[in-house]
């Protein structure tokens, strides 16, 4: 194994941990963390709450673009439970909408497509989910409205060497938005063919 598999390893217990310590309360009829919550600075909160069981840490948390695509992610089962049972346990919450967006930065993906999509059909962080690794299928409910999902969606397919060009295609032409060309420019394909197939298709719709 190697060194970034076992720090990743070792991020995933901690995470584990903390999503427990986060469950507990929670089952106690409490506030999901150890602090003052909900209250002015709900994400620096969460933040140190989880840096307390080392949850944080660079492995895991990842602001900004993807570090890989979605097909070549995972959640351990144990992780993907516990999310479940946070997000049943403070759906409806008048705070539930910034708890979330604070969870966003904290925990990767690939998220429960149930607990992402029932965010996204209730008009809740649409545009955190369409940033981190959710799901493909909140990605498509998102590509009309971030460009974000559907880079998202079209690099998760342009280097999943299961998916076939067609299915790149049918994002591209859903979003036909030069930034989304350009940014799968920059990405390595899964095949020659989709490389050629997508430089054809940039410039015909050029």
Excluded at 10 to 29: E, K
Excluded at 95 to 110: D, Q
Excluded at 153 to 170: F, S
Aim: charged share 20%.
């Amino acid at each position: 194994m190697s060194v970034e598999q076992t720090g990743q390893e070792s991020a995933w217990c901690a995470l584990s941990a903390w999503l427990g310590a986060v469950v507990d309360r929670l089952r106690r009829d409490g506030a999901p963390l150890a602090g003052p919550f909900p209250d002015e600075g709900e994400e620096a909160a969460l933040a140190a709450d989880a840096e307390s069981f080392g949850a944080a840490s660079s492995y895991l948390a990842f602001p900004g673009p993807l570090p890989r695509p979605l097909w070549s992610m995972s959640m351990p089962s144990s992780v993907e439970a516990l999310l479940c049972e946070v997000h049943q346990r403070v759906r409806g919450a008048c705070w539930e909408e910034r708890f979330w967006e604070a969870m966003g930065t904290l925990v990767p993906g690939p998220w429960p497509e149930s607990v992402a999509m029932d965010l996204v059909q209730r008009g809740l962080c649409r545009c955190l989910l369409a940033h981190i690794a959710s799901s493909e299928g909140v990605w498509w409910e998102l590509v009309g409205e971030y460009p974000e999902a559907a880079y998202n969606l079209a690099i998760n397919r342009y280097t999943n060497p299961d998916d076939a060009w067609d299915r790149v295609e049918v994002v591209l032409n859903e979003r036909p938005d030069s930034s989304v060309f350009e940014m799968l420019a920059r990405v390595e394909a899964s095949s020659q063919d989709k490389a050629d197939q997508l430089a054809r298709y940039v410039a015909a719709h050029s």
